[in-house]
């Protein structure tokens, strides 16, 4: 049984009731391939507003999670209140919170345990600066990130990982087929050698950073690159296209 390809749309702090809605319908009368699973992540706002009138086949994420059950921490949102508005994922350590809002590798461990204990699936987001790619530690910096969620986290069966090299969000930039294999394939020998064979044949690798109509085909050629994360894209038609690109 081979790794289910994956495509998740982050439209970050995009969108009104108008928009959402129009992409919501867009996606709903849309013939997108049965064999792909998709989730879309809008602004909190609205998780509710796209549970409600999605096609239960698509499902919804929340763009953070907090990894506390409840309690005085204004402006967060837990595990249970996704889990009781039926938001099945969570979207954890994505390089927007990790460099403006200062998260590091525990704190996105933790939240990223919080989120599984309590049900979710997690798309744990890594990826290096420019300043690293450029040193040559875009490998160290992956693996640092992944071994602070797996000295908490023994079960990755609800994770999957994207690789978002910062320097390719919403740039215009893009990885090369070539780089963004390479990484991939060093992510899945890092999750043999430290986990296990098991976790690194079955965990979907995703790849994001400026993914569009254009270049996903072939990207999603490539043998360690199991679906996208899409942002701005998301938003458009032609998020559809990307849906359908592993046919």
């Keep these: 049984m081979g790794r289910r390809f994956f495509v998740g749309g982050n439209f970050?702090?995009?969108?009104?009731?108008?928009?959402?809605?129009?992409?919501?319908?867009?996606?709903?009368?849309?013939?997108?391939?049965?064999?792909?699973?998709?989730?879309?992540?809008?602004?909190?706002?609205?998780?509710?507003l796209?549970?409600?009138?999605?096609?239960?086949?698509?499902?919804?994420?929340?763009?953070?999670?907090?990894?506390?059950p409840n309690g005085a921490f204004t402006g967060e949102i837990s595990?249970?209140?996704?889990?009781?508005?039926?938001?099945?994922?969570a979207l954890v350590g994505h390089s927007e919170r990790r460099v403006i809002l200062q998260e590091d590798d525990n704190f996105i461990a933790s939240?990223?345990?919080?989120?599984?204990?309590?049900?979710?699936g997690v798309v744990l987001c890594i990826g290096e600066s420019l300043e690293q790619r450029e040193?040559?530690?875009?490998?160290?910096?992956?693996?640092?990130?992944?071994?602070a969620v797996a000295d908490r986290v023994k079960d990755?069966?609800?994770?999957?990982?994207a690789y978002e090299p910062i320097w390719a969000i919403g740039t215009g930039k893009v990885a090369t087929t070539e780089q963004a294999q390479e990484v991939h394939a060093a992510i899945r020998k890092w999750l043999a050698e430290t986990v296990s064979q098991q976790v690194a044949d079955d965990t979907r690798i995703?790849?994001?950073g400026s993914v569009s109509a254009d270049n996903c085909k072939d990207l999603a050629k490539q043998p360690d690159i199991d679906g996208f994360l899409v942002g701005g894209a998301s938003l458009k038609p032609s998020f559809v296209e990307i849906i359908n690109c592993h046919k």
């Design 156 to 161: 990755w069966s609800k994770i999957v990982i």
């Design 50 to 68: 796209a549970r409600e009138h999605l096609k239960p086949d698509i499902q919804v994420a929340a763009q953070n999670v907090f990894d506390k």
């Design 79 to 89: 595990v249970e209140q996704l889990e009781e508005s039926d938001i099945q994922w």
């Design 111 to 120: 939240k990223t345990k919080a989120a599984l204990d309590g049900g979710l």
């Design 206 to 208: 995703i790849y994001g």
């Design 12 to 48: 970050k702090m995009n969108g009104s009731v108008k928009t959402i809605t129009s992409i919501i319908e867009n996606l709903n009368k849309a013939q997108l391939d049965g064999e792909v699973e998709v989730v879309i992540a809008p602004p909190t706002l609205y998780l509710l």
């Design 135 to 147: 040193a040559g530690k875009t490998i160290d910096v992956v693996q640092t990130q992944l071994k």
